[in-house]
C-alpha cells in the first residue's frame, strides 16, 4: 500500500482554523496505524466508526482527545471532526 494519509484522503492545505480543526483526526489515525497493507483497512474502518459513535454522544472520554478541549463552549469543531471521520470512512470504503 505505501501511501500516506494525504495522498489516499486527497487532502488539501486547510486556510481557516475551523478547517484546520478537520484535520485532528486524521492526524489521530496516522498516529495510530502506518498504512503497511490493506490488512489494516478493517481494524482502521472499526476504529472510526468508535470514534463517530463517541462524536455523537460528546462522550467525556472523547473530550479529553478533542479539540473542544481548547474550545469548550463551541460545538462546531465537534461537527467538523464527525464530518472528517465519515468522509475518511466513505473513502476507505470505496478503496
Known amino acids: 500500500m505505501n501511501k500516506t494519509w494525504r495522498k489516499i484522503l486527497k487532502i488539501k492545505t486547510l486556510k481557516s482554523d475551523k478547517e484546520k480543526l478537520g484535520l485532528f483526526p486524521i492526524k489521530r489515525i496516522q498516529q495510530s496505524f502506518a498504512l503497511k ?48 471521520f465519515e468522509i475518511i470512512l466513505k473513502r476507505l470504503e470505496k478503496m
Not at 50 to 61: K, S, V
Open 37 to 84: 497493507d490493506e490488512s489494516e483497512l478493517p481494524t482502521i474502518k472499526r476504529f472510526i466508526k468508535d470514534e463517530i459513535r463517541l462524536l455523537e454522544r460528546g462522550t467525556a472520554h472523547y473530550s479529553k482527545w478533542s479539540p473542544l478541549v481548547y474550545h469548550r463552549n463551541v460545538r462546531i469543531p465537534r461537527k467538523i471532526e464527525k464530518r472528517t
